[in-house]
Structure formats: structure tokens, C-alpha cells
Nanobody, 116 residues
């Protein structure tokens, strides 16, 4: 069993920044590729970024150059630094395994709203 708990979301103006955190209660964290996902209103959940351990990050095209994924394998935490946010980034953000997400491990997510 395990779970991921996200935090750090909020309301921000276009051009602003947020830093999301995900605390992972899984035994395989340090060896696993971790990912951040988001679900925009009326859309399916999509992968935003993933980070192997070790390895190089992957970003979906729309966030390249604006988002940075990182991790702390001692704290079992993965982060998503989001800069130059725009309204299209609005949604609920989740973390999970970055290759094959575990369905039973989805957490509550954290809401990000980008609006004037």
C-alpha cells in the first residue's frame, strides 16, 4: 500500500509562480520514476513532467522552460516549480509513478488556479 499527498496549490495571477510538493508513502520511491500530472476542467488527466532516479526530466511541450521537476530521495518528496503560469495551467495537480501510475495511489491532488 502507499499514497501520494500533494500540496502547495493556490490562486495565482498570470505570470506568477507556485511550488508544489508531493509526499510519497511508498517503499520504492528512491528507485522509481516520479511524475506530476494535471487534470484541467473538462479534460482528462495528463502527464506534465516526470523524473527518473537517476536520470533526466521529461516535460510536456506546453510547460517546457517554465516548470522544473525535482526530488528529494531522503524526504521521499517530489516537487514541481511552476513559473510564468498562464490560465491554461489551471487544474488539479497530482503526483504518482511517472511511467505507469498506480490507480489506487492517486491522492487528493492540489488545485492550481491561474486567473487575474
Amino acid at each position: 500500500q502507499g499514497q501520494f499527498v500533494e500540496s502547495g496549490g493556490g490562486l495565482v495571477q498570470p505570470g506568477g509562480s507556485l511550488r508544489l510538493s508531493c509526499a510519497a508513502s511508498v517503499s520504492t520511491f528512491s528507485d522509481s520514476t516520479m511524475g506530476w500530472y494535471r487534470q484541467a476542467p473538462g479534460k482528462q488527466r495528463e502527464l506534465v513532467a516526470r523524473l527518473p532516479s537517476p536520470g533526466s526530466p521529461y516535460y510536456t511541450e506546453s510547460v517546457k522552460g517554465r516548470f522544473t521537476i525535482s526530488r528529494d530521495n531522503v524526504k521521499n518528496t517530489v516537487y514541481l516549480q511552476m513559473d510564468r503560469l498562464n490560465p491554461e495551467d489551471t487544474g488539479v495537480y497530482y503526483c504518482n509513478y511517472g511511467i505507469v501510475p498506480r490507480q489506487s495511489f492517486w491522492g487528493p491532488g492540489t488545485q492550481v488556479t491561474v486567473s487575474k
